[in-house]
């Protein structure tokens, strides 16, 4: 199997996690970004970027689909990274429980998080999310079309994090060539603008043969936040990770 090969198949894995998010503007489903769902003792926690959940209030709450005719709304207490230059943000919620075998999505356990696996040079990381543009609503019936696409990278060198103003340690950056994009059914597309994949994860890949007792998948290593100067940055999920552990 080569590379393209095996990255298809674990992005066929990878997009059961993920899911679009939405806010109702002008009676109509608007996507604001991507997330997930991370398991936190006896709860759900919606994970995605804090610059997302910023979008949504009381007069304007966030849904998701349930099912493909079905739509939910997120409720419950709201947490947002306070540090500069960590923009992540969760939902503890407890009104419904995963999996939605209707439109295969299923909850990330809490141990499928990995903080700080650096140095990043030489790792390769994929994200998969949910493009604006690939987001397409049937105004007839109200139904919505979102397609996943996905994208593999390894990251920037470590000493050249300081020159994006960025930290290895907090964050992960990876270069974008449009020409490495994957669909749904892992078919090599050009990647479309990253707009709307805020908060969609991003996992290490890694060789089943380094591991003599590898992981039951592929480490979740931070959260996409956003895209400037043909670099995808993202969030190490270390701070997250230490905010979900005592969730309440």
């Not at 990995?114 to 690939?134: D, M, N």
Request: with cysteine; aromatic share 10%.
């Amino acid at each position: 199997m080569d590379i393209k090969e095996a990255i298809a198949d674990a992005i066929e894995v990878i997009s059961k996690y993920v899911l679009p998010l939405y806010v109702e503007h002008r009676s109509r489903q608007m996507l604001i970004g991507s997330g997930f769902f991370v398991e936190t003792r006896n709860k759900l926690a919606l994970v995605t970027a804090a610059h997302v959940l910023n979008r949504i209030s009381n007069a304007n709450p966030l849904f998701v689909y349930r099912r493909p005719n079905e739509l939910v709304q997120i409720t419950g207490k709201r947490f947002l990274s306070d540090p500069e230059g960590i923009d992540l943000g969760f939902i503890l919620t407890s009104n419904f429980q995963l999996p939605w075998v209707d439109v295969s999505k299923f909850a990330c356990r809490i141990e499928y998080l990995h903080a700080q696996r650096t140095p990043r040079s030489e790792r390769l990381y994929v994200i998969a999310g949910y493009p604006e543009t690939k987001n397409r609503l049937n105004p007839k019936n109200q139904t919505i079309k979102a397609t996943i696409h996905a994208y593999y990278a390894h990251s920037i060198p470590d000493h050249e994090y300081q020159q994006y103003g960025l930290d290895p340690n907090i964050h992960v950056a990876l270069p974008l060539d449009r020409k490495r994009g994957f669909d749904a059914s892992g078919r090599l597309v050009n990647f479309p603008k990253p707009q709307g994949m805020s908060g969609s994860p991003i996992w290490e890949l890694f060789d089943e043969s380094e591991y003599a007792h590898p992981p039951r998948i592929f480490p979740l290593v931070a959260v996409g936040t956003t895209y400037n100067k043909k670099i995808l940055y993202g969030t190490d999920v270390g701070h997250l990770l230490s905010k979900l552990l005592v969730a309440v």
